[in-house]
């Protein structure tokens, strides 16, 4: 499989999802073509030549591929992050290459578990919009872990009756749920011919594997993406 | 909208973006590459396995003369190696304050004797994980199957009881979990490699993915 060469995307808006994650619309005149869970690098070149690329998970649906969005969450010691957070805007051009992954993806042609703590939303928030703008909601079960309300990402766009929001440190207003990290009640039945995927830091991927484990569920159904500190 | 741009050409630079300052940039640094300093980061695309040294196994098998498995207690045995030097993940970290303890691949393979015929290798792993590479880079003392790193017991996050260890190479293919190595006549893809990843993954070549 060939990963197509470095492009030019031209960024069509810049808008924040929380205090520390904005998302990225990015346009292309060659189609992207990507598969639900994809990510690309994004290289930035100084003028002296020198480079920092960067991957990042594709947040929206597969379609005609010309228009994508990336979200990025900001490491404040980072090279990258704070780069597209503060100077990047409306207009601005960036290299791009991908697709790239073919482990973690979903085409929504079978039962899919989708598991994500912080940022590792954003993979699966592709694989949540594939699925319901096919019609393919029955296939999919998401879980979102975050510290706190204000840390959700999508949260206007994720509600809805297969996805369900656990909150590690404060709850909203009203929650019955105790704050607490993921338990395998909040998996209530697993689908036995689920495919499961997991996105988070590696702390959350283990923590998340280890219930998920314990619950009965094999080890090869479950894809995990962990998301290092890669600034 | 944009214009195409192809690799070897001098990218352009990117409004605003000046990077870190480059005035100390570490030679030991391929391009494209910055330093983790004391991070460590895990990536890894299954999940992290619950394997016992007692039943742990090592296996070189495929085109050698004595297809051989070791036992956790027999490759302990062997005589020991180390290295302390850089490694490099192709998500573009480097780390150089690390030193691993474990068995040189040469002192293996000197055990299983390659055929002539033998020219690449599929690294497997107790997770199903595989990796390929050309025999030659596994040769010569590039290769390591390591257990210890600064001392300690490789923590299962990082690969352990045993990982293999090829540090000229891009890190995924320093198998975790590592089971055992595979001689063959050809190459053939390995789990990241099938996936868009490079065959061979040299850091100073920026050999991230296939084409590169």
Redesign the interface.
Known sequence: ???A??????VLDVRPETATAVTLRL????PLRHRAGQHVVV?????????????YSIASPPDDGTVFDLTVERLPTG?VSP?LHD??EEG????V?GP?????VWDGDFPALLVGGGSGVVPLMAMLRHARRTGAEHLVRLVVSVRAPDDLYYADELPGPETMVVYTRVAPAGATRPVRRLTAEDFGTIDEHSTVYICGS?RFA?GA?NVL?DAGVP??R?????F???? | ???????GD???????????S?TARDPRLP??Q?D?GT?W?????????RLATDTWTFRVEGLVEQPTTWTWKEIRALPGDSYDGPIHCV???SKFDLDFDGVSVDTLLAMARPLASATHVVAFSH??YTTNLPLADLTGGLAWVVWNVGGQPLPV?HGGPARLLIPHLYFWKSAKWVAGLQLMDHDEPG?WE???YHDRGDPWLEQR???D
């Open positions: 499989m060939q990963v060469a470095w492009r030019t995307a031209t346009g292309l005149d060659v290289r930035l070149t100084a003028p002296d030549g020198y480079t920092a690329q960067r991957s090279e780069f100077v990047v601005d051009e960036l290299e290459r790239i992954g073919g482990w973690f590696a283990d594997s484990l080890p090869e479950i894809r995990v993406e962990r290092g500190p890669t600034g | 909208m944009g214009h195409c741009s192809y690799d001098v990218a352009k630079a990117t409004r605003g973006f000046f990077g870190r480059r391009p494209g910055y983790a991070d980061p895990v990536l890894n695309a299954e999940v992290t396995p998500t573009t970290w997770t199903g996050e789990f099938r996936n868009g993915y296939q084409g």
